[in-house]
């Protein structure tokens, strides 16, 4: 009966232990994918730093929560796959939350209001997204600029040009081998100040939805979960988000 208690008691401590931090967690902090190739939300530097809006919203929350981290440059596909299977622990990248996503991950609340819009050459006729139709359009795979094509054009569309980077899809714009970019609104104003607004321009459509980014974890991962929202809670109050949001976008 002794001996029985004294395993009992055993199992139940290991049973805590297991309930804890996981062993990577408490050595480096929780591990954190991005897609650094999407300025201003993550660039990465020639020093091998991440920098961007997203990097600094991290950071701060982190830091309100007293949570180490390790903010790694995964790529996009590497990040979504990696979060799902809980080979990340978190991903932060621009990420649209979408009723899809959301059967996978869970989304802390948003943290950033955006929309899809059009980047075309400026003598390009294009006024509305209908205007693509028979065009080529160039998107990040896997995307909601993606989602948008290929709602408004169908899932095969052939003019539909999938980039693994969405640098690539504005390369071949300028290029001349595609008629169109289909990406989120502040990344397309800040390859505009880059490309020079005599030679690009804008295209809005109301028909594009509003989306909002939140930050993924892996299904289930309550603790880590209410961890990002309280920092994230805790920063829109104390005025940190605001500071950040300034420094990227201008007074709201
Ligand atoms: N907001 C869009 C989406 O969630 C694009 C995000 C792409 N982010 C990136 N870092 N490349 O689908």
């Known amino acids: ?51 961007g809006f997203d990097a600094e919203i991290l950071s701060a929350v982190a830091k309100a929560e007293n949570l180490s981290f390790d903010f790694q440059h995964t790529g996009w596909d590497v990040m979504l796959n990696g979060v799902a299977r809980g080979r990340l622990d978190a991903g932060i990248s621009a990420i ?11 989304f802390t609340e948003p943290y950033f209001e955006a929309k899809q819009v059009i980047l075309v050459p400026s003598a390009s006729p294009v006024k509305t997204l209908n205007d693509l139709k028979g ?9 909601t600029g993606e989602q948008v094509v290929q709602k408004a054009f169908g899932n095969t569309y052939p003019g539909l040009k999938r980039y693994d980077v969405i640098s690539s899809a504005v390369e071949d714009l300028k290029l001349g081998r595609i008629d169109a970019v289909v990406v989120d609104e502040a990344v397309n104003a800040e390859y505009l100040k880059k490309l020079g607004k005599s030679q690009f321009k804008t295209v809005q459509d109301s028909s594009m939805p509003a989306e909002s980014y939140g930050i993924i974890v892996k299904k289930g ?17 104390n005025g940190t988000y605001d500071k950040i949001y300034a420094k990227y976008f201008g007074d709201k």
């Open 1 to 51: 009966m002794r001996f029985c208690m004294i395993i009992l008691s055993l199992v139940s401590s290991l049973v805590l232990l297991a309930g804890c931090d996981s062993p990577a967690e408490k050595e480096h902090g929780i591990k954190v994918g991005t897609n650094a190739e999407f300025p201003p939300f993550e660039k990465l530097e020639g020093n091998g730093k991440i920098t």
């Open 96 to 106: 649209t939350i979408t009723e899809g996503r959301q059967k996978i991950y869970d």
């Open 135 to 143: 065009k080529k359009i160039g998107v990040q795979s896997s995307t």
């Open 221 to 237: 991962n309550r603790e880590l979960l209410n961890k990002l929202n309280s920092g994230l809670k805790k920063i829109k109050q």
